[in-house]
T-cell receptor
Framework: GQQLNQSPQSMFIQEGEDVSMNCTSSSIFNTWLWYKQDPGEGPVLLIALYKAGELTSNGRLTAQFGITRKDSFLNISASIPSDVGIYFCAGRGTGGFKTIFGAGTRLFVKA | EAGVAQSPRYKIIEKRQSVAFWCNPISGHATLYWYQQILGQGPKLLIQFQNNGVVDDSQLPKDRFSAERLKGVDSTLKIQPAKLEDSAVYLC?????????????FGPGTRLTVT
């Protein structure tokens, strides 16, 4: 079945640094979504992407829908301590209703 | 706008016991999802409802898991009997349906521990 490979698994960065994480699939996706999950909470939607090549920003966050439709990346600029959490990519492929989630990237920010 | 509500937040049961979780989606959202999130993994879809009909339950272990969404609003997820490997966070999410229907809004989850 469809799977998403999310990398890196974890990142340890200094406050103020920029962060980049990505998600790849062996099959084509029609939609890419990026979520953040804090401990003890459900994932919160950050950015939704619907077209190949689309580049969308939400504050310090920027995400892109890859041209091949098989990948997406998320950038966080000027990280702050509250960026700590788990970032999940999720995608919906062709011909189905199911949204597939990656395993997450755990971000740690040192003040 | 109120978010997705779930209860209970935590539940501890012994294996072979039964348990039920409840979800109230965002008002007006036609689509409701139940996910299982095992520690260290991303959410895995168990079942998806469109109004009160099942759209996808291909990953629901139907020998022990059941879910219903009567009247197309609230939903319950039941496990009977529970196994140790069912220990996980059970997340409920909803989406509006139609355009933008891929954007899911999650509740806080129910953390289940099976001993």
């Amino acid at each position: 079945g469809q799977q998403l490979n999310q990398s890196p698994q974890s990142m340890f960065i200094q406050e103020g640094e920029d962060v980049s994480m990505n998600c790849t699939s062996s099959s084509i996706f029609n939609t890419w979504l990026w979520y953040k999950q804090d401990p003890g909470e459900g994932p919160v939607l950050l950015i939704a992407l619907y077209k190949a090549g689309e580049l969308t920003s939400n504050g310090r966050l920027t995400a892109q829908f890859g041209i091949t439709r098989k990948d997406s990346f998320l950038n966080i600029s000027a990280s702050i301590p509250s960026d700590v959490g788990i970032y999940f990519c999720a995608g919906r492929g062709t011909g189905g209703f199911k949204t597939i989630f990656g395993a997450g990237t755990r971000l740690f920010v040192k003040a | 706008e109120a978010g997705v509500a779930q209860s209970p937040r935590y539940k501890i049961i012994e294996k072979r016991q039964s348990v039920a979780f409840w979800c109230n989606p965002i008002s007006g959202h036609a689509t409701l999802y139940w996910y299982q999130q095992i520690l260290g993994q991303g959410p895995k879809l168990l079942i998806q409802f469109q109004n009160n009909g099942v759209v996808d339950d291909s990953q629901l272990p139907k020998d022990r898991f059941s879910a219903e969404r009567l009247k197309g609003v609230d939903s319950t997820l039941k496990i009977q009997p529970a196994k140790l490997e069912d220990s996980a966070v059970y997340l409920c999410a909803s989406s509006p349906g139609g355009s933008g229907s891929y954007e899911q809004y999650f509740g806080p989850g129910t953390r289940l521990t099976v001993t």
